[in-house]
C-alpha cells in the first residue's frame, strides 16, 4: 500500500483517489494498458508529501446511466463483455465501473472543500461513446463526472493533454452549455478527430503537428488559459495523458517531463484556486515515463 510522504508547506491541498485493485487492469500480458502504471504513478505523487489518500467509492449503475445507454451497460457489468478485451472478463468490467466511481470521488472531494486538487489517474477515459468502448476506454468518467457537476449548479472546463483526441468526451459534452472541452493532441492518429473548433459549443480543438515538443504544449495551455478564462469555470478537469511523452510508443510528440511538469505549473498559475481534477488517462511506458510524466504534472499543478 502507499506511504505518505513528510508535509510540503504551501502546497495546494490535494487528494488522491487509489486502490491497489487497479493493478488488475491487464488486457493481456502484450497490450499497452498495464495496471502497474497507476500504482507507480500513485507512489510517486504520494510521496510529494501532504497528499491524502483516499479510496474509490463503489460504482453505481445510475452513474453509467447518465451518458451511456442501458444496453450497453448491461453488456459490460452483466455479460461481461467488452471490444476492449476477449471474453467475458468480470474483472475488467467491475473495474471500468470503479474507474468511473473513483473520478466522481474525486469530484466529491473537490466540491466538499476537502481538497483544493483531486488525482486519479485511471480516470480520463475519453474515448468511450454512449453505446460502444473505443481506444482503451469503457465508461466516459469526465463526462459522468461533468454532468453531476452541472447538475450542482457548476461551470467545468476540461482540459485534455493527451496524444489523442478526447473525442468521447467531447461528444458526450457538447450539448451541455455549462462544459468547455479543450483538447491538445496529435493530428491525424487515432481517433482521426479534433480537427477544428465549435465555439458555440464550447469546443476547442489544438491538433498539433508529429515531434511537436514541450514548447508547442504550452502554447495550446496559453490558448486554453485564454478561452477558460472567458468561459469562468468553477471546476477544472484535465485528462493529463503522458502518451505524449517522446518515448511513448504510441505517437510522435516530443513531450518531456519537465514539460509536463511546466504545464501543470501553467495550469496552477492561469487558475490558482480554482478546485482542480486531474485524471491519467492515456500513457503506455508503464515503467517510467508515464508514471514519472503524471506525477510531474501533478507537482506542477498542485504547487509541489
Request: with cysteine; net charge negative.
Amino acid at each position: 500500500m502507499i506511504e505518505l510522504g513528510l508535509s510540503a508547506g504551501a502546497a495546494r491541498p490535494t487528494v488522491l483517489i487509489h486502490d491497489d485493485s487497479y493493478a488488475g487492469w491487464v488486457f493481456d500480458s502484450t497490450h499497452p494498458t498495464q495496471g502497474r502504471r497507476f500504482l507507480l504513478g500513485a507512489e510517486l505523487i504520494a510521496k510529494q508529501g501532504d497528499v491524502r489518500v483516499v479510496a474509490p467509492d463503489e460504482a453505481s449503475r445510475e452513474q453509467l446511466l447518465t451518458v451511456h445507454t442501458p444496453d450497453y451497460v448491461n453488456r459490460v457489468l452483466v455479460d461481461h463483455v467488452c471490444d476492449e478485451w476477449a471474453g467475458a472478463r468480470p474483472n475488467l468490467s467491475r473495474l471500468a465501473a470503479r474507474f468511473v466511481a473513483g473520478t466522481v470521488t474525486a469530484l466529491q472531494e473537490l466540491m466538499s472543500g476537502r481538497a483544493e486538487v483531486a488525482v486519479h489517474l485511471p480516470g480520463g477515459k475519453h474515448h468511450a461513446k454512449a453505446d460502444r468502448s473505443s481506444g482503451f476506454c469503457v465508461f466516459a468518467d469526465l463526462a459522468i463526472a461533468a454532468h453531476s457537476a452541472v447538475s450542482q449548479g457548476h461551470r467545468v472546463a476540461i482540459l485534455d493533454i493527451d496524444a489523442h483526441h478526447g473525442d468521447g468526451t467531447e461528444e458526450l459534452c457538447r450539448a451541455i452549455p455549462q462544459v468547455l472541452t479543450f483538447s491538445v493532441h496529435q493530428f491525424g492518429i487515432f481517433p482521426g478527430t479534433g480537427e477544428r473548433d465549435n465555439p458555440t459549443d464550447h469546443i476547442y480543438n489544438e491538433p498539433l503537428a508529429a515531434g511537436s515538443g514541450d514548447a508547442q504544449l504550452g502554447s495550446a495551455i496559453e490558448r486554453f488559459v485564454m478561452v477558460a478564462k472567458q468561459f469562468q469555470p468553477t471546476l477544472l478537469f484535465i485528462a493529463s495523458g503522458a502518451d505524449g511523452h517522446r518515448d511513448d510508443p504510441l505517437s510522435n510528440l516530443n513531450y518531456t517531463r519537465d514539460g509536463f511538469s511546466a504545464a501543470g505549473q501553467q495550469v496552477q498559475r492561469a487558475f490558482p484556486h480554482l478546485p482542480t481534477l486531474v485524471t491519467g488517462a492515456g500513457g503506455y511506458r508503464p515503467d517510467d515515463a508515464t508514471p514519472q510524466s503524471w506525477a510531474a504534472f501533478v507537482a506542477g499543478v498542485s504547487g509541489r
